[in-house]
């Protein structure tokens, strides 16, 4: 979406006068911020998740079947996660069909968790979260 994209760029400009104001900039030790709670986490993923899954775009086919990508996942990653949950694997046309909603989760545990985004500030979140996807890290 624009607007979280628009509310992601606010939030960096933010991060960006908030530490050039900062003590630390002086001289001064830096405080230790306050771990983001759960639901601070969760929203900035949220938020996250929408602008990364918005440049990844839709499906794309592959060499082989494994290869293909839908919404930045490849149907060998949602097949590996649905079998880790204990469910059967999907075809590739299924495949062809899945949402956001269908793949939050895998996003969540092989990039989010897996990178630690929940505990960065939210535009090195972004950054760190979307350069795991692309690159599948």
Do not use: H
Request: include cysteine; charged fraction near 25%.
């Amino acid at each position: 979406d624009e607007a979280n994209i628009q509310n992601i760029s606010r939030q960096t400009s933010d991060l960006i006068k908030d530490r050039a104001s900062s003590p630390a900039a002086d001289g001064a030790a830096a405080t230790t911020p306050a771990t983001p709670s759960l639901a601070e986490q969760s929203a900035l993923f949220d938020k996250c998740l929408a602008v990364t899954a918005r440049l990844e775009g839709g499906y794309q086919d592959g060499k082989t079947d494994n290869e293909a990508k839908n919404l930045g996942v490849t149907l060998a990653q949602y097949n590996a996660w649905l079998s880790n949950k204990k469910l059967d694997p999907i075809t590739k046309d299924a495949f062809k069909q899945i949402t956001l909603a269908d793949v939050k989760e895998v996003y969540r545990t092989d990039y989010w968790n897996k990178l630690q985004c929940g505990l960065m500030p939210a535009a090195l979140a972004l950054t760190v979260f979307d350069f795991g996807v692309s690159s599948d890290t």
